[in-house]
C-alpha cells in the first residue's frame, strides 16, 4: 500500500518505506519457517530421548 502511495505521489521516501516493509515481511515468514522446523527438531529429538530409541542408519552413512 505504501509503494503505491509512494508512486502515486512521486515520493521516493514513502515508496522505499513501502519497499522496506515488504522486506521485513518475507524476512519474517522466513524466520517464522526456521523456528517451527527448530521446534520440530527439538520435539522430535526429546520423543526419541524419552522412548530411548537410538539414531537410524542411513546410505549416506550419516545418522
Known sequence: MAIGAGVAAH???LTAFGAD???EL???GVLLALLA???YIVVASVVKLVMHKGAETSY???G
Open 21 to 23: 516493509s515488504v522486506i
Open 37 to 39: 522446523l527448530a521446534g
Open 26 to 28: 518475507v524476512t519474517g
Open 11 to 13: 515520493s521516493l521516501a
Open 60 to 62: 549416506l552413512g550419516l
